[in-house]
């Protein structure tokens, strides 16, 4: 995505909640923390193809809004050696949205949106569903992204011995296999279904 595109996704998100995007220091510390070196996966390109996918599936939202504010700070703390990334990025969320203007209760839905980014279990709100739809929509991207992102996975967990990188990553991705649907979202359960099961099988081996 053109930082331009990137940078007016941002300047619309706040503007549609009623308020004036803050100043650049905001903008310009979430794309710092979004370019730290160790992270390959977790990066721009990530942030990127989210906010492409917002712009895709747009109609289909209740608060689009806040989703997309969502989006840009779903990963905004990260650190592999650490388990709470989204909850101390949702408390990040809730505080800039709440020094913005915004209101209480659009500030506590974006927090709760950025903790369903945890997938630990699947939303039953639809604007939950659908960010966390938009999140895993790299599960059924085409073979070559998808094989991409796999070693962008291990990059980022280049620390753990390889014979136990592997067994917690097939854990992993047979978790989501093994959800039926993978997708709640009807519009991207239709484009990505029966590719993310693919290379999910492809996978895990």
Not at 77 to 100: F, K, P, T
Not at 166 to 192: T, V
Request: aromatic fraction near 6%.
């Amino acid at each position: 995505m053109d930082a331009g595109v990137r940078r007016a996704s941002w300047i619309d998100a706040w503007r549609d909640l009623g308020v004036a995007a803050p100043d650049e220091v905001l903008l310009a510390k979430l794309l710092a923390h979004y370019s730290e070196p160790h992270r390959a996966y977790h990066t721009l390109q990530h942030l990127d193809e989210c906010l492409a996918g917002l712009a895709r599936e747009r109609s289909h939202a209740e608060r689009p809004a806040e989703i997309a504010l969502a989006l840009w700070f779903h990963d905004a703390i990260y650190d592999v050696h650490r388990r709470d990334n989204e909850a101390r990025s949702a408390d990040w969320a809730q505080a800039a949205l709440l020094a913005a203007g915004v209101a209480g209760d659009a500030a506590r839905r974006v927090h709760a949106l950025v903790m369903a980014t945890r997938h630990h279990a699947q939303p039953e709100d639809a604007d939950a569903q659908l960010l966390v739809d938009i999140d895993l929509s790299i599960l059924g991207a085409p073979a070559a992204r998808f094989a991409e992102y796999e070693r962008q996975i291990r990059a980022e967990y280049a620390h753990v011995p390889p014979d136990v990188f592997e067994l917690r990553r097939r854990e992993i991705l047979g978790r989501f296999l093994a959800r039926d649907p993978l997708y709640l979202s009807a519009s991207i359960r239709a484009k990505l279904e029966a590719q993310a099961r693919i290379n999910l099988q492809q996978a895990i081996g």
